[in-house]
């Protein structure tokens, strides 16, 4: 007979990554249907990332007014403004307008087909920026799987360039965004005391943040007058769309940290290096792009350098951990053997 609690371990788990996978996927082709599609025909990148932040916002508290009328359903905290944590998170805040900014710049000029490739450079960035920020070491092995992803950014890029698909400035904010999520992961990890590790309230306030700094950066890039003049402004369809990406944009959060709950950590790389994998093959077949056998040959070696890369840092810290306890267990018996000797 088969054990009624793993099988509902094993359909929670299906159940969570498939949920993964599906949010993940529209977010990008929502987006990238937002942001350059002939449809929709709005020059506005920054007022997209905005009130996809504005919605993150308002979903948060609704959230977080549901947990105070059930809090058996839900669990947020009550959420109240308080400057002295806004400046605390502001650092942080500077880092996720950063990246959501250039991550949506790059899926606006690059197509949804080389934008894992385009992005793929985050992994590397994390390398760099550990050394020089912590000054902790990378052994050769990842090292390796990082050279590999090089190769295989150039390889795509040049490939792109062969096939005429080719955008610059795609790239280039392609590269802005991988640097930007590694510093992301890093001041997230500081600023989280300063919120009491809830990721509710750093939602709250990073959201807040956010929109506070979009607005002049809307205003100096001229989107103001660009979102005020587009046609569709009153057009049902067009909010639809927007309201839809806020929620998967919010969603994609979520989702995110229960894969890795109900998971782990290297089970949600993987997740995330395979759902990118099935996400290039359903570009191209959904936008009929015929691509060569040295383009798919670099996303194939961005993928295994990615998981391989993966894997290896998970066998490190599982050998750091192996090793502490064992020191730990043999200065207990060294101290039991000094007292014996004491006594």
Known sequence: MVDKSLLN????????VAMYWFISISMVFLNKHLLSSQDIGLNAPLFVTFFQCVIALLI???????????PRLFSVPELSVQWSVVRAVLPLSVMFVSMITFNNLCLKYVGVAFYFVGRSLTTVFNVLLTYCILKQSTSVPAITCCLTIIFGFFLGVDQESVGGSLSVAGVAFGVLASLFVSLNSIYTKD???????????????????????????????????EVLSFPKLWDVHFWNLMILSGVFGFAIGYVTGLQIKVTSPLTHNISGTAKACAQTVL?????????????????????LGSAAYTRIKQLEMKRSHEESVTTAVNGGADKEKLLKSCV
């Open 9 to 16: 371990k094993y359909v929670e788990v299906v159940t969570v």
């Open 60 to 70: 948060t508290l609704v959230m977080s007014l549901l947990s105070r009328v059930s």
């Open 191 to 225: 600023v989280l005391p300063a919120v009491g590790h809830s990721i509710w309230l750093l939602t709250f306030y990073n959201n807040l943040n956010a929109i506070a700094l979009f607005i002049p950066l809307m205003i100096i890039t001229g989107e103001v007058p």
């Open 283 to 303: 570009a191209t077949v959904w936008y009929d792009e015929h691509k060569s056998l040295m383009w798919w040959f670099s996303n194939l070696l961005v993928l």
